[in-house]
């Protein structure tokens, strides 16, 4: 847990207004987390905290490349990424559930600790699928294992209808 100290900011003392942070993002943070789809990485997150009254506004932007496995082919896939996040955290003395976008600490509290919106702000900024992409990405999947992939649905597809499930639509077509 030490690597994560850096994510740690002290609230305590810190004046109303707008105050910058910057953390850099790389493998030894993502071990900290138990995920196996990001394994490593290379960013960059910009923090804009917005010290008010009664709460704190959070802006977070990560900008980098991740490190990954692609959906497809299953090569190695250097994904570019650059997303934005905002969190609220509110103070109070109640206990309040928080929710995705809100975070509630207590007036007590000294310091509150960014690592886990940070690792939220970079996993929501990727895409649903992974995958190489001359367009978007500038690389390829691997060809070789696209052939095979082709070959064996061309091989599914010659099966046909298995006999039992024609069976089955058939005890259903009956009842009319």
Not at 75 to 92: A, C, T
Not at 153 to 160: D, F, I, L, R
């Amino acid at each position: 847990m030490d690597e994560l100290t850096d994510f740690v900011i002290p609230i305590v003392g810190l004046k109303f207004g707008e105050h910058s942070y910057r953390f850099k993002v790389n493998r030894q943070f993502f071990k900290e987390f138990d995920n196996t789809d990001i394994q490593e990485g290379s960013l960059q997150v910009d923090l804009i905290l917005k010290k008010r009254s009664n709460h704190m506004e959070l802006m977070f932007r990560a900008q980098g490349s991740i490190h990954c496995q692609c959906d497809r082919c299953g090569g190695d896939l250097n994904l570019p990424l650059d997303h934005q996040e905002i969190r609220i955290v509110k103070f109070s003395q109640e206990d309040f559930d928080n929710t995705d976008d809100v975070l509630v600490i207590g007036r007590e509290d000294h310091q509150i600790n960014v690592s886990h919106i940070v690792y939220e702000t970079i996993f929501l900024g990727l895409p649903i699928r992974k995958f190489h992409n001359q367009e978007t990405n500038g690389q390829t999947c691997d060809e070789e294992v696209i052939k095979r992939l082709e070959e064996y649905q061309k091989k599914e597809s010659n099966k046909g209808v298995d006999d039992r499930w024609s069976a089955l639509k058939k005890i259903l077509t009956d009842k009319d």
